[in-house]
T-cell receptor, first 113, second 111 residues
Framework: DAGITQSPRHKVTETGTPVTLRCHQTENHRYMYWYRQDPGHGLRLIHYSYGVKDTDKGEVSDGYSVSRSKTEDFLLTLESATSSQTSVYFC????????????FGQGTRLTVV | QKEVEQNSGPLSVPEGAIASLNCTYSDRGSQSFFWYRQYSGKSPELIMSIYSNGDKEDGRFTAQLNKASQYVSLLIRDSQPSDSATYLCAVNKGSARQLTFGSGTQLTVLP
């Protein structure tokens, strides 16, 4: 299994509070991604990173921010959590180079009440 | 039109049969194609990747790619109950190799 650890694995938070999810990798892969998965929508890209301090928006980035200060860590922050952000969040990593696959972490189930 | 579309299913096949899963994509510039398997409550697991037209076989799994028709498929031969899962088609696009996923096809293999 790829060395990807997400924390926390489960979290319940209140509307309006900030929340930070962490993705830690031990593979030294260049690319890191945050996806959310919701019934009927599949996996959708929130933000991604192509190196330390290099990040960009994905398909559903509103209400989220990210940071990557070290190769191994990619943080996703919900600035002010809303019920629509209740979801399962997956981190993924990918090597540099053409035709490389992405591998996923175990996921974080977030509930906003 | 969705960028990646899969037959929504659910799909049921008897044990030992061939399961056929289909996927179409809209961006002709897409270069890399992947099939992930996801068991309920678990994370997606890569099972096949394909980059050029034709067939690619790995054990009981065969991926087929037709770039002219913008079509990717996954065949599972001798289906087993343990193959029961949701299968996600993904297409690689963008300079950072971001994946775009279909919504998945739920497969049930009946004993």
């Amino acid at each position: 299994d790829a060395g990807i650890t997400q924390s926390p694995r489960h979290k319940v938070t209140e509307t309006g509070t900030p929340v930070t999810l962490r993705c830690h990798q031990t593979e030294n892969h260049r690319y890191m991604y945050w996806y959310r998965q919701d019934p009927g929508h599949g996996l959708r890209l929130i933000h991604y990173s192509y190196g330390v301090k290099d990040t960009d928006k994905g398909e559903v980035s509103d209400g989220y921010s990210v940071s990557r200060s070290k190769t191994e860590d990619f943080l996703l922050t919900l600035e002010s959590a809303t019920s629509s952000q209740t979801s399962v969040y997956f981190c993924a990593i990918s090597q540099q180079g053409a035709d490389t696959e992405a591998f996923f972490g175990q996921g974080t189930r977030l509930t906003v009440v | 039109q969705k960028e990646v579309e899969q037959n929504s299913g659910p799909l049921s096949v008897p044990e030992g049969a061939i399961a056929s899963l289909n996927c179409t994509y809209s961006d002709r510039g897409s270069q890399s194609f992947f099939w992930y398997r996801q068991y309920s409550g678990k994370s997606p697991e890569l099972i096949m990747s394909i980059y050029s037209n034709g067939d690619k076989e790995d054990g009981r799994f065969t991926a087929q790619l037709n770039k002219a028709s913008q079509y990717v498929s996954l065949l599972i031969r001798d289906s087993q109950p343990s193959d029961s899962a949701t299968y996600l088609c993904a297409v690689n696009k963008g300079s950072a190799r971001q994946l775009t996923f279909g919504s998945g096809t739920q497969l049930t293999v009946l004993p």
